[in-house]
């Protein structure tokens, strides 16, 4: 199993992605969630710790620094379809949490 989860790292990588960049932007706007909430909760705290996590976990993949651009690309087309644009400026903090925690990462 372990081998299987390795072989397909990048799968669950691009589906969490979409997850979190994605379709948890469209539920949130569609259920209503108060600004403060969405932006404090999901941009700051879920968001900013999946950015940690994924330089942690893309160390093994090939041309794994590539990946580090991968999440943030994907936030701002979720970005461009239910935020206001100033919220462009996360992705840069979601690239370099990344970056920091990929550099970290022994390999």
Same mark, same amino acid.
């Given at each position: 199993?372990?081998?299987?989860?390795?072989? #397909?790292?990048?799968?669950?990588?691009?589906?969490?992605?979409? %997850?979190?960049?994605?379709?948890?932007?469209?539920?949130? *706007?569609?259920?209503?969630?108060? *600004? +403060?909430?969405?932006?404090? %909760?999901?941009?700051? &705290?879920?968001?900013?710790?999946?950015?940690?996590?994924?330089?942690?976990?893309?160390? @093994?993949? @090939?041309?794994?620094?590539?990946?580090?651009?991968?999440? @943030?690309?994907?936030?701002?087309?979720?970005?461009?379809?239910?935020? @206001? *644009?100033? +919220?462009?400026?996360? +992705?840069? &903090?979601?690239?370099? +949490?990344?970056?920091?925690? #990929?550099?970290?990462?022994?390999?």
């Amino acid at each position: 199993m372990h081998n299987l989860l390795d072989k #397909y790292r990048w799968q669950g990588l691009i589906c969490i992605d979409l %997850l979190l960049g994605i379709i948890l932007p469209f539920f949130i *706007k569609w259920v209503g969630i108060d *600004k +403060a909430w969405r932006f404090g %909760l999901i941009f700051i &705290v879920i968001n900013c710790l999946w950015s940690i996590v994924i330089g942690n976990i893309i160390k @093994p993949l @090939p041309h794994s620094w590539l990946w580090l651009f991968v999440w @943030p690309l994907i936030y701002m087309v979720g970005n461009w379809l239910f935020y @206001p *644009k100033y +919220a462009y400026l996360f +992705a840069i &903090v979601y690239l370099g +949490a990344s970056y920091i925690a #990929y550099g970290r990462e022994k390999g």
